[in-house]
């Protein structure tokens, strides 16, 4: 994937690479990629390096060597750039969960504009000059903003550890404090990993592929207070269960919600598709303004919670409503956006994969006493054609779509349907640009809105009002 990532970046340049692995060579920093790294170009030949930094002179050292470009590392800054600040973090360098700590955060907001310009750049002809592409909407206090971790358990040295892969390798770095985490999520992490090694718990070992722990998943309703755990295992069965969630209830008396599932496939995939229910509640409760949500294990919902009120406001601004309209959520997780916005439509219907997500969705709208919205399990590209068949259709369409973007048959549901209004939410550059060069010719792009719902790292969110053009 990310071999692919820095191919689309280097298309442009069709030179050969001259350089051989192990050489070291200067290299100026022109710019940075979508994940952070730095850029520069070697005898017109594209070089990525992690940590480098726009304007800065380096000696780098050539890692990898491709056909079209080339990875490199930094043996020397020779110039520095002012942008460039120390990274608190005490892993930032082994860990690959953070890729921008080393940017002093004002610039970190200008990157993420850029790399919107750079995505319709590479992947439309619309002339990026002549668009209304706004400043970043950043956060007061970039830190400690996670309401969820998502931490692989192993053992080194015949200890269990929790914490994430290092960048492109399966080396598992054991993090104690993650600083873009909320602190609380940090404790709980902490403690579990402590009560499965006093327990002396199989934790799963990817190389002999015995053991049974894989994930520890902490999720926190930052309003409510309430916690999440669920325990991901590879096995069926959780072993020494009650022993297990004894000792969260007595150790972790903030943790209200204790679930366990089950996925025993070799793949990227945090989650199988079989959950159980452990003890205490089955859903944990998070608080955005005068909107509270239910959110089970699998449930999607923001990671920011301080940014998505942020978002959703924007959102709210880009769907333009009067009161009037019928309104489509699609890939609506526990239903957040739309019932933010169902207060000023006529009518909101979403629709998602995840039938556990659907079941949320419902309850929050009940929580909220909202009864204009409907929900249904399905795929947008499907639901979509058949509530248009049975007679109703929409004046504004909200997606927001997983990075891989909104799956051709919505785009072309979307260009047979032609809502007024097409809000598209998107947490992937590269994805937004190539469905919008697919509308652009029937529809027309009004502004675009980054939102910094990732501080420290090279992701970026970014919403979209696009408008039929007259005559469509």
């Given at each position: 994937?990310?071999?692919s990532?820095k191919?689309q970046?280097?298309?442009?340049?069709k030179?050969?690479i001259?350089?051989q692995?192990?050489e070291?060579?200067?290299?100026?920093i022109?710019?940075?990629g979508?994940?952070?790294?730095?850029?520069?170009?070697?005898?017109?030949?594209?070089?990525?390096?992690?940590g480098?930094?726009?304007g800065e002179?380096?000696?780098?050292?050539?890692?990898k060597?491709h056909?079209?470009?080339?990875?490199?590392?930094?043996?020397?800054?020779r110039?520095?750039?002012?942008?460039?600040?120390?990274p608190?973090c005490?892993?930032?360098?082994?860990?690959?969960?953070?890729?921008?700590?080393?940017?002093?955060?004002?610039?970190?907001?200008?990157?993420?504009?850029d790399?919107?310009?750079?995505?319709?750049?590479?992947?439309t002809?619309?002339?990026?000059?002549?668009l209304?592409i706004?400043?970043?909407?950043?956060?007061?206090?970039?830190?400690?903003?996670?309401?969820?971790?998502?931490?692989?358990?192993?053992k080194?040295?015949?200890?269990?550890?929790?914490?994430?892969?290092?960048?492109?390798?399966?080396?598992?770095?054991d993090?104690?404090?993650?600083?873009?985490?909320?602190?609380?999520?940090?404790?709980?992490t902490?403690?579990?990993?402590?009560?499965?090694?006093?327990?002396?718990?199989?934790?799963?070992?990817?190389?002999?592929?015995?053991?049974?722990?894989?994930?520890?998943?902490?999720?926190i309703?930052?309003?409510?207070?309430?916690?999440q755990?669920?325990?991901?295992?590879?096995?069926k069965?959780?072993?020494?269960?009650?022993a297990?969630?004894?000792?969260?209830?007595?150790?972790?008396?903030?943790?209200?919600?204790?679930?366990?599932?089950?996925n025993?496939?070799?793949?990227?995939?945090?989650?199988?598709?079989k959950?159980?229910?452990?003890?205490?509640?089955?859903?944990?409760?998070?608080?955005?303004d005068v909107?509270?949500?239910e959110?089970?294990?699998?449930?999607?919902?923001?990671?920011?919670?301080?940014?998505?009120?942020?978002?959703y406001?924007?959102?709210?601004?880009a769907?333009?409503?009067?009161g009037?309209e019928?309104?489509?959520?699609?890939?609506?997780?526990?239903?957040?956006?739309?019932?933010?916005?169902a207060?000023?439509?006529a009518?909101?219907?979403?629709?998602?994969v995840?039938?556990?997500?659907?079941?949320?969705a419902?309850?929050n709208?009940?929580?909220?006493?909202i009864?204009?919205i409907?929900?249904?399990?399905?795929?947008?590209?499907?639901?979509?054609?058949?509530?248009?068949?049975?007679?109703?259709?929409?004046?504004?369409?909200?997606?927001?779509?997983?990075?891989?973007?909104?799956?051709q048959?919505l785009?072309k549901?979307?260009?047979?349907?032609?809502?007024k209004?097409?809000?598209?939410?998107?947490?992937?550059?590269?994805?937004?640009?190539?469905?919008?060069?697919?509308?652009?010719k029937?529809?027309k792009?009004?502004?675009?809105?980054?939102?910094?719902?990732?501080?420290?790292?090279?992701?970026?969110e970014?919403?979209s009002?696009?408008?039929?053009?007259?005559?469509?």
């Amino acid at each position: 994937m990310e071999q692919s990532r820095k191919k689309q970046q280097a298309k442009k340049t069709k030179t050969q690479i001259v350089l051989q692995a192990g050489e070291t060579f200067p290299l100026t920093i022109k710019k940075l990629g979508i994940n952070g790294e730095g850029i520069g170009y070697f005898k017109r030949g594209a070089v990525f390096v992690p940590g480098a930094l726009p304007g800065e002179e380096i000696v780098a050292k050539a890692t990898k060597i491709h056909e079209r470009f080339a990875e490199a590392e930094i043996r020397k800054i020779r110039k520095k750039s002012p942008s460039r600040v120390m990274p608190p973090c005490k892993v930032y360098e082994l860990c690959g969960g953070c890729q921008l700590q080393h940017l002093n955060y004002e610039d970190q907001l200008g990157h993420k504009r850029d790399l919107v310009i750079q995505s319709l750049e590479r992947y439309t002809k619309i002339p990026t000059e002549n668009l209304d592409i706004r400043p970043t909407i950043g956060m007061d206090n970039p830190w400690h903003y996670r309401n969820k971790s998502q931490f692989q358990v192993g053992k080194r040295d015949g200890k269990i550890i929790a914490g994430l892969y290092s960048m492109d390798s399966h080396k598992l770095i054991d993090i104690g404090e993650c600083i873009v985490q909320h602190p609380l999520t940090n404790k709980v992490t902490s403690n579990v990993k402590q009560i499965l090694a006093d327990l002396n718990i199989p934790v799963y070992d990817e190389r002999s592929r015995k053991g049974s722990v894989k994930t520890i998943v902490t999720r926190i309703g930052v309003e409510s207070g309430e916690v999440q755990v669920v325990l991901v295992t590879v096995t069926k069965e959780l072993p020494r269960e009650d022993a297990i969630v004894d000792e969260i209830q007595k150790r972790l008396p903030e943790v209200t919600s204790i679930q366990h599932n089950s996925n025993p496939k070799k793949t990227s995939l945090i989650f199988g598709e079989k959950t159980r229910h452990l003890r205490g509640k089955e859903a944990i409760q998070e608080q955005l303004d005068v909107y509270t949500y239910e959110l089970s294990a699998r449930a999607f919902f923001q990671l920011n919670p301080y940014q998505t009120r942020k978002l959703y406001k924007e959102v709210e601004k880009a769907a333009d409503l009067t009161g009037k309209e019928k309104l489509v959520d699609a890939y609506c997780g526990v239903g957040t956006i739309g019932i933010w916005l169902a207060g000023k439509a006529a009518e909101v219907r979403g629709m998602d994969v995840i039938a556990e997500g659907i079941e949320d969705a419902k309850r929050n709208a009940e929580l909220q006493g909202i009864t204009n919205i409907t929900y249904e399990v399905g795929k947008a590209e499907q639901v979509l054609p058949k509530w248009v068949k049975e007679g109703w259709k929409p004046d504004v369409i909200v997606v927001d779509p997983p990075r891989t973007g909104c799956d051709q048959a919505l785009l072309k549901t979307i260009l047979q349907v032609k809502p007024k209004i097409f809000v598209y939410v998107s947490c992937n550059p590269s994805t937004l640009a190539k469905d919008i060069d697919v509308l652009s010719k029937t529809y027309k792009i009004e502004y675009m809105q980054p939102v910094d719902m990732f501080p420290q790292t090279a992701h970026v969110e970014c919403i979209s009002q696009l408008i039929l053009k007259e005559g469509n």
